[in-house]
């Protein structure tokens, strides 16, 4: 039993490596000042690599355009997300792990769903936000994110513990931070977006 624990956790570490890594491995040919644009709106996020290799990608979609740009932050966080929270329900639901291992993975794999749900409603009001309303909308869009990265947080927290399998720990707080930096990231374009509409 601890056997397929072990490949399982195995599996999920090179998962979150190959998921990090994708999106800089993909060949690029849009217009330099697509591309540059992109470059330019990361580097005023916290992380700006990570912005920059799992948005240009989409230079093509994005164009020069902060909105577009800002929603394509919040597909790739939700797309995240989303694939992190599915694979810790399989590990939490895997055999070798302690009681409060799979309670912590329990926990957090309703926080990540609460992520998901803040992330998609961001992604649907951003896809309104026209007119006289614009200014509100974003605020919205704020809040949810903000609440997101909130919710990621308190996921990491709960495999603090030292009494934690070490290789689990790491494995799922990498994740988390992964998604916790793209969500800050997407947040940091949306004050840029908000910020032509102050």
């Known amino acids: 039993m601890a056997t397929s624990f072990a490949k399982f956790l195995f599996i999920l570490v090179a998962i979150s490596f190959h998921v990090k890594t994708l ?13 540059e644009f992109i470059r330019t709106s990361c580097s005023t996020t916290t992380y700006p690599k ?4 799992s948005l240009s990608v989409e230079a093509s979609k994005i ?8 929603n394509a ?13 599915i694979m810790m329900q399989k590990l939490s639901q895997s055999h070798g792990m302690k009681p409060m291992e799979v309670s912590a993975m329990q926990d957090c794999v309703e ?22 309303n614009t200014q509100l909308m974003i605020n919205d869009i704020q809040t949810w994110v903000s609440a997101a990265l909130t919710d990621e947080s308190t996921c990491s927290e709960g495999f603090a ?13 990498g994740l ?15 004050n840029n977006y908000a910020s032509l509409h102050g």
């Open 23 to 35: 999106s800089a491995a993909r060949v690029i040919s849009t217009p330099k000042t697509n591309i």
């Open 50 to 53: 990570l912005c920059y290799s």
């Open 63 to 70: 164009q020069n355009s902060p909105k577009l740009l800002a």
């Open 73 to 85: 932050a919040l597909n790739v966080t939700l797309a995240s997300a989303r694939s992190t929270s």
């Open 111 to 132: 926080e990540l769903s609460d992520t998901v749900d803040e992330l998609r409603k961001s992604i649907d009001e951003m896809g309104k936000t026209k007119g006289s």
């Open 161 to 173: 513990g030292n009494s934690m399998n070490g290789n689990v720990k790491s494995a799922v707080r």
């Open 176 to 190: 988390i931070l992964n998604i916790a930096h793209l969500t800050s990231n997407a947040l940091a374009l949306i």
